[in-house]
C-alpha cells in the first residue's frame, strides 16, 4: 500500500495535492493534544480575498462535505472541496522554518501570480 492514498467519487487522476512528509510530521505535532483526531482532516481551500485576489486557507475540519476530494499523504488525512479542487490541482504543501518565518509554504503551479506575503494568489 503506498503512502498517499486518494478516496472520491471522481477518477484517481484527480488527485489534488501533495503533502511532504515535513509538513505531514508538523500537522501530527499540531494535533497531538486534540482528542477525537481519528475524525479530523487537513481541509485545504481556494478562498475569495487576499491581496492577490485569492487566499489559501488551511484548517482542521472534522465535515465531509458533499463533492469533497479526500487524500490520505503520509498518515495525513487532506480534504479538498469541489470548487477549490481545480485550482489546487498539482499543488505542494510543504512546511518550512528559517530565521525570518516559519509555515507552511504552498507551491501552486496553477497560479499566475502572488504576492509578497505568500498567503494569497491570482489565478
Given at each position: 500500500?503506498?503512502?498517499d492514498?486518494?478516496?472520491?467519487?471522481?477518477?484517481?487522476?484527480?488527485?489534488?495535492?501533495?503533502?511532504?512528509?515535513?509538513?505531514?510530521?508538523?500537522?501530527?505535532?499540531?494535533?497531538?493534544?486534540?482528542?477525537?483526531?481519528?475524525?479530523?482532516?487537513?481541509?485545504?481551500?481556494?478562498?475569495?480575498?487576499?491581496?492577490?485576489?485569492?487566499?489559501?486557507?488551511?484548517?482542521?475540519?472534522?465535515?465531509?462535505l458533499?463533492?469533497d476530494?479526500?487524500?490520505?499523504?503520509?498518515?495525513?488525512?487532506?480534504?479538498?472541496?469541489?470548487?477549490?479542487?481545480?485550482?489546487?490541482?498539482?499543488?505542494?504543501?510543504?512546511?518550512?522554518?528559517?530565521?525570518?518565518?516559519?509555515?507552511?509554504?504552498?507551491?501552486?503551479?496553477?497560479?499566475?501570480?502572488?504576492?509578497?506575503?505568500?498567503?494569497?494568489?491570482?489565478?
Amino acid at each position: 500500500m503506498s503512502a498517499d492514498t486518494v478516496h472520491s467519487a471522481e477518477p484517481a487522476t484527480d488527485a489534488t495535492i501533495s503533502l511532504t512528509e515535513t509538513a505531514a510530521e508538523k500537522v501530527r505535532s499540531f494535533l497531538a493534544d486534540q482528542p477525537d483526531v481519528d475524525d479530523i482532516a487537513l481541509r485545504v481551500a481556494v478562498q475569495a480575498g487576499g491581496c492577490a485576489g485569492f487566499r489559501y486557507a488551511l484548517f482542521f475540519d472534522d465535515r465531509e462535505l458533499e463533492g469533497d476530494i479526500e487524500e490520505v499523504h503520509h498518515g495525513i488525512t487532506v480534504r479538498v472541496d469541489k470548487m477549490s479542487s481545480p485550482y489546487l490541482l498539482g499543488t505542494v504543501i510543504d512546511w518550512k522554518e528559517s530565521l525570518e518565518a516559519s509555515g507552511f509554504s504552498i507551491e501552486n503551479p496553477n497560479s499566475s501570480g502572488s504576492c509578497a506575503c505568500g498567503d494569497s494568489a491570482t489565478f
